[in-house]
């Protein structure tokens, strides 16, 4: 039974809800850096970075006992030119946004030390931390639309 009302499953609307709080959390992080309230930051960003992880563990160990998805019922062109593009590029960019994304928490944590707030230790650790940061951003919000368009596509336009 769906959640929306679609023809998708229960596990494909929890797996689109867990997606939309990740990036919420996401962009409440770079809020937060933005304002350079770094001690929300780092918890925040640290919690989405976990959720993350817990979403990719969730939804691959989900899909091999539950099943896949019913596949694709459009055209065969479309499929051709527009889904698996699309599957494609979402799942190479999954991959690579929770590589970024640990990696980002990881030189964060690594290059800052706490006092009163955390800070880091150079100037250029942090112009560092701050371009790998909007790169994995940027990487994982292409993600998360590719895999609502992958969604639309299986579960709301193709049906």
Same mark, same amino acid.
């Given at each position: 039974?769906?959640? =929306? %009302?679609?023809?998708?499953?229960? #596990?494909?609307?929890?797996?689109? $809800?867990?997606?939309?709080? &990740? /990036? !919420?959390?996401?962009?409440?992080?770079?809020?937060?850096?933005?304002?350079?309230?770094?001690?929300?930051?780092?918890?925040?960003?640290? =919690? %989405?970075?976990?959720?993350?992880? #817990?979403?990719?563990?969730?939804? $691959?160990?989900?899909?091999? &006992? /539950? !099943?896949?998805?019913?596949?694709?019922?459009?055209?065969?062109?479309?499929?051709?030119?527009?889904?698996?593009?699309?599957?494609?590029?979402? %799942?190479?960019?999954?991959?690579?946004?929770?590589?970024?994304?640990?990696?980002?928490?990881?030189?964060?944590?690594?290059?800052?030390?706490?006092?009163?707030?955390?800070?880091?230790?150079?100037?250029?650790?942090?112009?560092?931390?701050?371009?790998?940061?909007?790169?994995?951003?940027?990487?994982?919000?292409?993600?998360?639309?590719?895999?609502?368009?992958?969604?639309?596509?299986?579960?709301?336009?193709?049906?």
């Amino acid at each position: 039974m769906s959640i =929306f %009302g679609t023809s998708a499953s229960f #596990f494909s609307d929890f797996s689109l $809800m867990l997606e939309v709080i &990740i /990036l !919420g959390v996401f962009f409440i992080g770079f809020f937060y850096a933005r304002r350079h309230l770094s001690n929300n930051h780092y918890k925040v960003m640290t =919690f %989405g970075f976990l959720i993350n992880l #817990f979403f990719v563990l969730f939804f $691959m160990i989900g899909k091999k &006992i /539950l !099943g896949s998805s019913p596949g694709f019922l459009g055209s065969e062109s479309v499929r051709k030119t527009v889904y698996l593009p699309t599957a494609m590029i979402h %799942g190479i960019l999954s991959v690579l946004a929770l590589i970024l994304a640990g990696y980002t928490v990881f030189y964060g944590y690594r290059h800052t030390k706490m006092k009163k707030k955390r800070v880091f230790n150079k100037r250029d650790k942090y112009s560092m931390h701050k371009k790998i940061g909007y790169t994995t951003l940027a990487v994982w919000f292409v993600a998360f639309v590719t895999g609502v368009l992958m969604y639309l596509m299986l579960y709301v336009i193709y049906v």
